[in-house]
């Protein structure tokens, strides 16, 4: 429940802080006084738009704040932003230009959350809200709520996901089954024509390799010759001076160590000079290459660059594009045994589906009739005494619908296969009919008062916010309002924006606004009124100040009948 409201430079306030009580909590004030002003700065501090510049001229900016409360914290929707104690801190700072700031709990929050938090926080009727009960959505969701088939609604959306899903994933692999069959020739043909080429990582570089040294095979053939001679074959030979002078040393190597360290490296530089001639025979291996050889590397070097060229990749690029070719065909291969998988998939998840929308429907046909009657009865005492109300539900049979039951397919959204409706006729022997086509603004108004009553236990939404429910209506119908509101408020949270007197008297908690001069300027003030002044202000209301022997005991009648009232409805 909400229990403070702060408003600092938003609009014609200054300053004001506000606090609210549980039960039917109800606002008063002269016509133009400023009352809506409460409500619009509360709708902005949860995230709704403005109607008006927000900012109080002469401020940089307004500043918003709301505390609320919640009774069983752990069944919150956004539990996470709720402190140890279950209360819940919002302010909102508007500045004239730039950006402003939402925190929760000293938390930053984006508007989109700060909107969702205001959803789960505070119901709001006004006139917005009273056009959108005539959206079937809405009217669905009241009989979900009447109902308890939030579980039975959470279940059919998770089925309907996953069958999405599964749908789409089948949908996508035929779909790519298709593209690949329609060029299967294509690409038997690219990975033939890959396979005979016979491609290898790193075989261009080697032919490059190869192709240079037979180019160069007559001064190569010249270049080992003379290694040979000079390391190995001619008399005084490299190979032969290292041994002499290794064998010399040796000799006197018990003279020191120096004699001996030479001897050593001799030897070493023998076994260096027998590596460069292990090398220089392998090179001259590779110019002893049979006949026909150069032109053999140069053609197949022509070959891969042919295939280079045609499909304007590397070879490394051209691997890698066979084995994606490779994967085409293994899925137009197997193809059908996947696709049969898929489909037995989507049946099963199709077969599920039905059984939970099946279940949501059978819960919401099961109820619907409760419902109207409920709603009915609830509409008499509001000056519509030979009114009738029902609710409908009704499937929608469709070829190419997602879901379905006993052989029929039926249309289906997020929220199932059922179209609900409410049925509403003002006065007896006339049809019933939509509700939005045939209710006035008033009728309207008292509706949606009769759906709020009937749906005072099933509530999740703290706090019920009422602006204009009033409107058009007086006397009796207007007793009979503050009744309905006063039972709905011993059952959550409301607040009231009223010029009834019969409403305002049935009130727990009774504010009265108004507009007054200070420092050359107007500011709006807020008052609680309690004792003669509530009093005074019933009078005001009743427009009875000139005739006060009369109108005061009849405030006084009105306060106190609704106090009796109050106690037999707690």
């Not at 260096?272 to 032109?295: F, H, K, N, Y």
């Not at 022997?549 to 106190?560: C, F, G, M, T």
């Amino acid at each position: 429940m909400l229990r403070e409201l702060r408003i600092d430079d938003f609009a014609l306030v200054d300053r004001l802080a506000l606090r609210f009580g549980p039960g039917f909590n109800v606002i008063t004030g002269e016509t133009g006084a400023g009352k809506t002003v409460l409500f619009e700065a509360l709708a902005l501090l949860l995230g709704r738009k403005g109607a008006r510049p927000p900012v109080r001229e002469g401020a940089e900016e307004a500043v918003l704040q709301g505390l609320f409360t919640i009774k069983n914290p752990s069944s919150f929707p956004l539990a996470d932003l709720l402190d140890e104690e279950g209360s819940v801190l919002v302010e909102r700072r508007i500045p004239r230009s730039g950006r402003g700031r939402v925190e929760v709990n000293g938390r930053l929050v984006p508007l989109d959350r700060l909107r969702g938090l205001g959803e789960a926080l505070v119901d709001f009727h006004g006139q917005q809200e009273r056009e959108s009960l005539l959206d079937p959505a809405l009217q669905r969701a009241y009989l979900d709520a009447y109902a308890g088939a939030g579980e039975a609604l959470g279940a059919y959306r998770a089925a309907a996901e996953a069958l999405g899903e599964a749908r789409a994933k089948r949908a996508g692999e035929e779909k790519r089954i298709v593209a690949a069959r329609e060029k299967e020739d294509f690409l038997r043909w690219q990975a033939e024509e890959i396979d005979r080429t016979g491609l290898r990582p790193g075989e261009e570089e080697e032919l490059a390799e190869e192709a240079r040294i037979l180019k160069q095979a007559e001064r190569i053939r010249e270049l080992v010759y003379h290694v040979r001679e000079s390391l190995r074959e001619e008399d005084g030979s490299a190979m032969d001076r290292l041994g002499e002078a290794a064998e010399r040393l040796e000799r006197y190597a018990d003279h020191g160590d120096a004699p001996r360290e030479a001897a050593e490296a001799c030897r070493r530089a023998l076994a260096e000079v027998e590596e460069a001639l292990l090398q220089t025979d392998r090179l001259a291996e590779r110019i002893d290459a049979p006949a026909g050889a150069l032109d053999r590397a140069m053609e197949r070097l022509e070959s891969i660059a042919a295939l280079k060229r045609k499909h304007r990749s590397s070879v490394e690029e051209i691997l890698a594009m066979r084995e994606r070719i490779a994967a085409d065909l293994e899925r137009i291969d197997a193809g059908e045994e996947r696709l049969r998988v898929l489909h037995e998939e989507e049946e099963r998840l199709a077969g599920e589906a039905a059984r939970a929308a099946e279940a949501l429907s059978s819960l919401r046909s099961g109820k619907s009739e409760a419902l109207g009657a409920a709603i009915e009865t609830n509409l008499q005492p509001l000056a519509l005494r030979g009114a009738r109300f029902t609710v409908t539900v009704e499937r929608t049979e469709d070829p190419e619908g997602k879901i379905g039951i006993g052989g029929k397919r039926f249309r289906a959204g997020r929220d199932g296969i059922d179209r609900v409706e409410f049925l509403f006729a003002a006065n007896k022997g006339e049809p019933l009919l939509p509700l939005r086509r045939v209710a006035s603004g008033g009728e309207i108004s008292r509706a949606m008062l009769a759906i709020k009553r009937v749906l005072a236990d099933h509530a999740r939404v703290p706090t019920a916010l009422f602006d204009e429910i009033d409107a058009g209506v007086g006397g009796d119908v207007g007793e009979r309002i503050g009744e309905a509101l006063a039972e709905v408020g011993a059952r959550r949270q409301v607040l009231c924006i009223t010029h009834l007197p019969a409403i305002a008297g049935r009130a727990d908690r009774h504010l009265r606004v108004e507009k007054r001069e200070a420092g050359g300027r107007t500011v709006i003030r807020v008052e609680e009124m309690e004792g003669e002044a509530r009093v005074e202000e019933m009078v005001r209301m009743m427009g009875g100040s000139a005739r006060p022997e009369v109108s005061v005991p009849h405030a006084k009648e009105i306060l106190n009948s609704a106090r009796k009232g109050r106690r037999r409805t707690r």
